[in-house]
Each structure stands twice: as structure tokens, then as C-alpha cells.
Nanobody, 121 residues
Framework: QVQLVQSGGGLVQAGGSLRLSCAAS????????MGWYRQAPGKQRELVAT???????NYADSVKGRFTISRDNAKNTVYLQMNSLKPEDTAVYYC???????????????WGQGTQVTVSS
């Protein structure tokens, strides 16, 4: 089975930084796009950032200039460096990956377990 395991969440004061990691493992043939989403209480899950296998990135307007997404293809890992954090960044952050296994030619979407990021004012 495919697993995406996250780490790096926690509590930080406004203006501080955190780095999230998400490592994919299992019978993975290839990984196309990887991304980060977040969900605050009472709100829908929203896109934070995505990165393609070729390194092209896309960011939500609310995090542009503050967050950086990157990936290490050799480790099947995606990172989210979060700087200048604001209280409104408080949410559960989820990673995902669009990938193919050895057993199918179809793309599939897998999600990490989520990790809490809390930014105090």
C-alpha cells in the first residue's frame, strides 16, 4: 500500500517559521504532482501550494512570498517551508500526491494523515 507520512507541525508565534515534510512510500512507480492543503475549523480544505515532477510551483495568493514548496524526488518527499507565519495560517495541513503504482496505469490521489499548525498572536 501507499503511505504519505507527515511531520513538522507544531506551535509557533506569529512571525516565526516551521517546515513540514511529507514522505511517500510503497509500491510507487512515479509521482507527478505533490501538494499541500490546509483546513481550518469550520472552513473547507483549501490549496496551499503544489509542485510538479519538473519543479513548477503554484501557490495560493494568501501564502505567496512567505511559503516555499520543494521536493526531493530521490526520497519521494515534499516539503513546505513556512516563514512569517500569521494566526490565520492556523490549520491542519495535509500533503497529497498524484501518483502511479506498479499495478495500474491510472493516476491516483493519496493523502497524508494531517498535522496541526498553530500560530499564536
Amino acid at each position: 500500500q501507499v503511505q504519505l507520512v507527515q511531520s513538522g507541525g507544531g506551535l509557533v508565534q506569529a512571525g516565526g517559521s516551521l517546515r513540514l515534510s511529507c514522505a511517500a512510500s510503497g509500491a510507487i512507480f512515479s509521482i507527478n504532482t505533490m501538494g499541500w492543503y490546509r483546513q481550518a475549523p469550520g472552513k473547507q480544505r483549501e490549496l496551499v501550494a503544489t509542485i510538479t515532477s519538473g519543479g513548477n510551483t503554484n501557490y495560493a495568493d494568501s501564502v505567496k512570498g512567505r511559503f516555499t514548496i520543494s521536493r526531493d524526488n530521490a526520497k519521494n518527499t515534499v516539503y513546505l517551508q513556512m516563514n512569517s507565519l500569521k494566526p490565520e495560517d492556523t490549520a491542519v495541513y495535509y500533503c497529497n500526491a498524484v501518483l502511479r503504482t506498479y499495478w495500474t496505469s491510472n493516476d491516483r490521489l493519496d493523502w497524508g494523515q494531517g498535522t496541526q499548525v498553530t500560530v499564536s498572536s
